[in-house]
């Protein structure tokens, strides 16, 4: 019994981080949840606490789904730097996948919060902090395994990489072609590429 508990609550997670990645804190209501979760409020309250509760939640599911479908790109190459280019190819085809949204949760998470929910605000933050270092610790790695110079930074690098994902997220959530996106994810995994302290040589 306590294993089905558990897979149901697993379940309503799922479809409450679904609802708030579509319409924000703000804009799910009380009814939304109890909706879409098929859950009266003592129930959603018993099991996650509060809306707050369920919507913090949702946000280190979204991270963690997140970090495990890089992890799933990156461990196809043995080169840190080509699973990165990879890995923004892969967001070229956003406009082509029916998805909640196509701007990162936790990056609508901060423009939307405020003061009211600064708990909420700084969970957002930390989740995209730990992204950002996991990010400059790829291409700490990338450095070891003596694709990258020493001469670049990895901290900058990093948070570029970050950046670039923000912005072609954000890019593709407006009314453009799929082409358009790809295009620009093509872009921006050719400038990983060109990092590669062995790019040049590799072509010819």
């Known amino acids: 019994m306590a294993r089905a508990t558990n897979h149901d609550r697993q379940d309503s997670l799922e479809r409450a ?10 804009a799910t209501s009380l009814k939304d949840l109890e909706k879409t979760l098929d859950m009266r ?17 949702s946000l280190e599911r979204y991270a963690h789904l997140s970090l495990v479908e890089i992890e799933r790109t990156l461990q196809a190459y043995d080169s840190p730097l080509a699973g990165l ?15 909640p949204s196509r701007a990162c ?13 600064k708990s909420a605000w700084l969970k957002a933050e930390a989740l995209l902090a730990a992204m950002e270092t996991y990010f400059i610790a790829r291409f700490v790695a990338a450095q070891d395994a003596g694709e990258l110079s020493r ?46 302290i062995n790019a040049v040589a590799d072509t010819h």
Do not use: C, T
């Open 17 to 26: 981080l679904q609802l708030f990645w579509e319409k924000g804190f703000h």
């Open 41 to 57: 409020p003592g129930s959603i309250y018993a099991a996650f606490g509060s809306k707050d509760a369920l919507f913090q939640e």
């Open 105 to 117: 949760m936790l990056v609508k998470s901060l423009f939307e919060l405020g003061p009211r929910e």
């Open 151 to 196: 001469e670049l930074d990895p901290v900058r690098l990093g948070r570029r990489l970050q950046a670039e994902v923000m912005g072609l997220r954000a890019f593709a959530q407006r009314d453009v072609d799929s082409a358009a996106v790809h295009a620009l994810a093509e872009d921006m995994a050719l400038s990983l590429e060109s990092l590669r």
């Open 85 to 99: 280019a990879a890995f923004m190819r892969g967001f070229g085809g956003l406009r082509d996948q029916n998805l």
